[in-house]
């Protein structure tokens, strides 16, 4: 009994030393730090787009400290986003002229609400792309487009992310005179 209390209690510091944690955060968020990303509307005709590139937005606001849900009530910003653009350009072929190398390049409108029903705060659009060398397997080569599909959307959520954190949630106070 008392080896398996030892042993949990060492499991316990070494996994805190590793960096997992529990569910329950001890810092609280503030609510204004508070985003709700519902799926993104996908008007391209590459399936399951709209699924990667919200993965990819929702990662990137959760790793610069935001809380995400998913329903936009709980939150007093949502984004919400329409994938427009999806491009695979070669950007480098062999001697007969097949493509060795490819840019894929993501498209995405944006809407950024308040939650108290006021107009969009922004209403953008950013693009980003990523390369891919062609394999001649064609399992390895869809991984391998797969891994730029993510790597684009991960750049275009941190370009949003990025617009985002530094426009404010309301407009600032107008300044009085005694404030000059």
């Not at 008007?43 to 606001?61: M, Q, Y």
């Not at 869809?142 to 991960?154: H, N, T, Y």
Request: net charge neutral.
């Amino acid at each position: 009994m008392r080896r398996a209390i030892l042993l949990f209690l060492s499991s316990l510091v070494s996994l805190a030393g590793c960096g997992y944690h529990s569910g329950l955060r001890s810092e609280m968020i503030p609510p204004d730090q508070t985003i709700a990303i519902p799926l993104f509307e996908n008007a391209t005709f590459e399936p399951l787009l709209e699924k990667r590139v919200g993965e990819s937005f929702k990662e990137t606001f959760l790793r610069q400290g935001w809380q995400v849900v998913a329903h936009p009530h709980q939150a007093p910003r949502t984004l919400s986003g329409r994938v427009t653009r999806f491009d695979k350009t070669p950007i480098s072929l062999n001697r007969i002229g097949q493509a060795q190398e490819y840019r894929i390049t993501i498209g995405l409108d944006y809407t950024l609400l308040s939650g108290e029903g006021d107009p969009p705060k922004e209403r953008n659009h950013a693009e980003a792309s990523a390369e891919y060398i062609v394999h001649p397997d064609p399992l390895a080569d869809r991984v391998a487009q797969d891994r730029a599909i993510r790597e684009a959307g991960k750049k275009l959520a941190e370009r949003v992310a990025g617009l985002i954190s530094i426009a404010p949630l309301s407009a600032p106070p107008l300044a009085t005179p005694a404030d000059r």
